[in-house]
């Protein structure tokens, strides 16, 4: 029988940005205001656009996860945002603040004692909550390093 408290505690570690990978707070942290929709030359993406992509997906597989009457937006389109830019500031701090929120709801979700990881969601094909776990561990962690890399392209990472 496998070790489920191990199993969760690697899990909220990866999820959390631990190990090898920077966590979503330090990436976002002090995002200059004018840099939200800047693209430099060669890079797909602005960080609104991945910030929004990554809010997106999060939420889907969250939402996959708990409710059986969940239906995603249609790939690709709705998963990433129309502007470069964001509406307004508020709009970008709205978008942290959920990305944070179910960020903290999946971690809830992998956390809890009453879920069996391995068991197969009954909505799915043979999805589990490990699997969802590992994919929005995954998922946060390719495009955070995409916004490292393109903070780094704007002159905006001052980490050391």
């Not at 939402?63 to 709009?91: I, L, M, Q």
């Amino acid at each position: 029988m496998p070790d489920s408290n191990a199993l969760r505690k690697h899990l909220l570690y990866l999820l959390g940005g631990g190990g090898a990978h920077v966590d979503f707070d330090t990436v976002i942290a002090g995002w200059p205001a004018n840099l939200r929709g800047s693209r430099p030359t060669g890079m797909p993406h602005t960080a609104w656009q991945l910030l929004e992509h990554m809010r997106i997906a999060q939420w889907d597989i969250l939402e996959f996860c708990r409710n059986p009457k969940h239906v995603s937006p249609e790939w690709p389109a709705g998963y990433w945002p129309a502007t470069d830019a964001p509406p307004s500031p508020a709009a970008w701090n709205k978008s942290v603040s959920a990305f944070q929120a179910d960020l903290k709801a999946m971690m809830s979700l992998v956390k809890s004692p009453r879920r069996d990881l391995f068991a197969r969601i009954p909505h799915g094909e043979s999805q589990t909550i490990l699997r969802e776990a590992l994919l929005v561990a995954d998922h946060n962690a390719y495009h955070l390093g995409e916004l490292v890399y393109l903070r780094r392209a704007l002159g905006a990472w001052r980490r050391s």
